[in-house]
């Protein structure tokens, strides 16, 4: 998202001031649906910590992993819905997993009452430094020397990591072995360990493994590259077309009254408005997309379509 569209999009957004008619009476929870350490988990913190200090209350944070982040979402639709459960979803969760399972222990559309999208964030393919090769046209052509003995790693089955591996796979023609971890951060500490050899991981998982020459990066999902690893290309580059972006956001319960989700969408905007969130999500490659309720709604209603036709091409199964 361009800084003029950003801000523009920010400017949008309900102020705090007209949203005070809910305040939460004792700590929130925010159920995170992957383990300690990975992308979601460490933006869904940052958020609470920054949410937590506008409402006056603590947002504490549970993880939840397993079933490609279905566990954590059933606990989250069921839970109570008094504002004091909130739910940090993601692309997968909210729009994939509905064409990758034949059930879901929850909807989507009708169990949750959407409140702000958070943010859009690439996904980095990288390789063990001893995998002997150097861009993404290699990795394709060792690949295609040796179907079926390249293996990636992913946070579970349906998740971005998952997709996003399974697409390339798809669309370079090559045969790959998915692996999957209950988390992002653990499949990153095999791959170092050599014990996997691939993963299309979040780039904040990874960015540290990166600069410390402990993985080598090859693309990044996204139309564009990244400000931050600006000589990494896209995925597009190689395979035209190839997109691939990462979001994620928060919901509460269906039944979240609409005050509460009014006053949590607002602090959630302010939050992400502010200078030291916008600094520290920039660090992770992230961007903020801070919406309204309503905004958040139409887009994860737009969003299960798309994400059904990249399962489709993919290939990618759950269950």
């Known amino acids: 998202m361009k800084r003029r569209s950003l801000l523009a999009a920010m400017a949008a957004l309900p102020c705090p001031a007209f949203a005070q008619s809910w305040t939460p009476e004792r700590p929130i929870r925010l159920i995170i649906p992957f383990a300690a350490g990975g992308s979601t988990d460490v933006t869904a913190r940052l958020v609470a910590q920054a949410l937590g200090e506008r409402l006056g209350q ?100 349906g998740t971005s990591l998952h997709l996003a591996s399974a697409l390339f796979a798809a669309k370079a023609g090559i045969a790959l072995v998915h692996i999957p971890y209950r988390g992002g951060a653990p499949a990153a500490t095999d791959l170092m360990a050599g014990k996997i050899q691939m993963i299309a991981s979040p780039l904040v998982e990874v960015i540290g493994a990166v600069q410390a020459g402990q993985l080598r990066p090859l693309a990044v999902t996204t139309p564009h590259r990244s400000a931050l690893l600006p000589e990494v290309p896209t995925v597009g580059e190689t395979i035209p077309g190839f997109a691939i972006p990462l979001w994620n956001g928060i919901v509460a319960p269906a039944g979240t009254p609409i005050p509460a989700v009014n006053r949590l969408s607002a602090e959630i905007g302010a939050a992400l408005r502010s200078d030291a969130l916008l600094r520290r999500l920039a660090e992770q490659g992230s961007e903020p997309a801070p919406s309204t309720p309503e905004d958040f709604a139409n887009f994860i209603r737009a969003e299960i379509p798309r994400w059904a036709e990249i399962v489709r091409v993919s290939g990618a199964t759950a269950d």
Not at 113 to 120: E, G, K, N
């Open 58 to 157: 603590p947002v504490v944070a549970e993880n939840r992993p397993g079933a490609g982040g279905n566990i954590g979402a059933e606990a989250a639709a069921r839970a109570a819905p008094d504002g004091h459960t909130l739910f940090m979803a993601v692309s997968g969760i909210l729009a994939a997993n509905k064409a990758l399972y034949k059930t879901l222990p929850f909807d989507p559309l009708r169990d949750f009452a959407p409140i702000s999208q958070v943010a859009v964030i690439p996904n980095l393919i990288v390789v063990n430094p001893e995998l002997p090769v150097r861009d993404l046209p290699g990795l394709i052509a060792y690949a295609k020397a040796r179907p079926g003995q390249v293996n990636y790693g992913s946070a579970g089955s």
